[in-house]
């Protein structure tokens, strides 16, 4: 049955189907030839698969992401960043880097951080004479750190399904995320030298000021957002929506950027790029349903269970499977499979139980640009209007940077776990 899946998948997307006809016209046929399973059942499973209380706080993600792209804040963080940076090799490009690392801790969604700050940044790329693979690349890639940066809704499952501390969680994924970001900045630096790419001149320290003065509204998101999780005001969840509405707040009565008009239009794309990312994510979840029900996870998380007793080798594996099932299954569905099945496991062997979901969220996070079916990937298209052929180098030069970001935290643990031990 898996075979005959994994053919249609690919058959279908080189077709040039959407993906969410790929996956689920795929998953409909292996039913109907491979199984004697009720296709109705997929029905159900398309609905359950975006019947999750976590899935709550994307549409308030995506609503406030948009609210900061139209009214002025996203435009700002990016002036400000490029003020702190653009001077450099690569200046625009790190910009991107940054800003996505920035938005992607006020909005917590991976998609809405890629459509956010690829639109504005793509342009300005182009004209900087940058490869459009490279464009491609860099925007997957960047959007998908905010997997690891708090505040992450996968975090929270992986806290909900193990019973580890969210907030230990969070702050473990900002020393992560940063590991995570230098990389691909370090690689952008070496890129834009290589290539004699131009750069902005040095900002003077009024322009600075200036720029922090106009962004500290925007700066004050993340603050209110984890300032409100720690001190208990409300859940992460609650958190959207007052990332929302305090967005709407400052664009309305402080920048002054938005007016009816506009928020109508921003209430429509909020609608339909929801609508988008949640029937992918619903496609996802009938994949991950279909890969659960030939117990492909099951038998390869056992194997890892039973036959390796080095901690070392154990991550490495896991590292390995990981990236994989990051490919083919959202990672909500792919924590809430993997997770109990390797917990016990990794405790045995001596792994710090906050490291093991750092290292699994950062493996879900590269998973989101790896080729052919990583999310990002899909969402970046709709920007640089690239094939998966045009977009395939700069997207296998990301994925390897951060690979190499990964392996240092997987075996670095005080890399992510510092934060953590100073707050103890």
Known sequence: MIVLLLILIIFFLFSSAPIFVSLTLASFLTLMFATDIQPMILIQRLFGGIDQFALMALPFFIFAANIMEVGGLSKRILRWTRSLVGHLSG????????????????????????????????????????????????????????????PSITLIIYGSVTGVSVGSLFIAGIGAGVILGLSSIIYIYFYARKNNLPRDTRATGKELWNATISASWALLIPVIILGGIYGGIFSPTEASGVSAVYALFI???????????????????????????????????????????????????????????????????????????????????????????????ALGLGVDPVHLGIIMITNLAIGLYTPPFGLNIFVTQGITQQTMKQMMPGLLRFFAVNVVALLLITYIPDLSLFLVNLAE
Request: charged share 10%.
């Open 251 to 345: 664009s309305f009565f402080v920048y002054k950027e938005m007016n009816l008009k506009s928020f109508y239009k921003v209430c429509v794309d909020s609608a339909v790029l929801s609508a988008q990312v949640l029937v992918l994510v619903a496609a996802a979840q009938v994949l991950g349903w279909m890969l659960t029900r030939s117990q492909v996870p099951q038998t390869v998380a056992q194997w890892i269970s039973t036959a390796i007793d080095s901690p070392i080798l154990f991550l490495l594996v896991l590292n390995v499977v990981l990236l994989v099932l990051g490919m083919f299954m959202e990672g909500v569905a792919a924590i809430i499979i993997v997770a109990p099945l390797i917990f016990n496991s």
């Open 91 to 150: 200046g625009v490009a790190i910009t991107t880097q940054l800003a996505s690392m920035f938005f992607g801790a006020l909005s917590g969604s991976s998609p809405a951080t890629v459509v956010a700050i690829g639109k504005l940044m793509s342009p300005e790329m182009i004209r900087g004479k940058y490869d459009k693979s490279f464009i491609s690349g860099l925007l997957a890639s960047a959007g998908s750190v905010s997997l690891v940066i708090p």
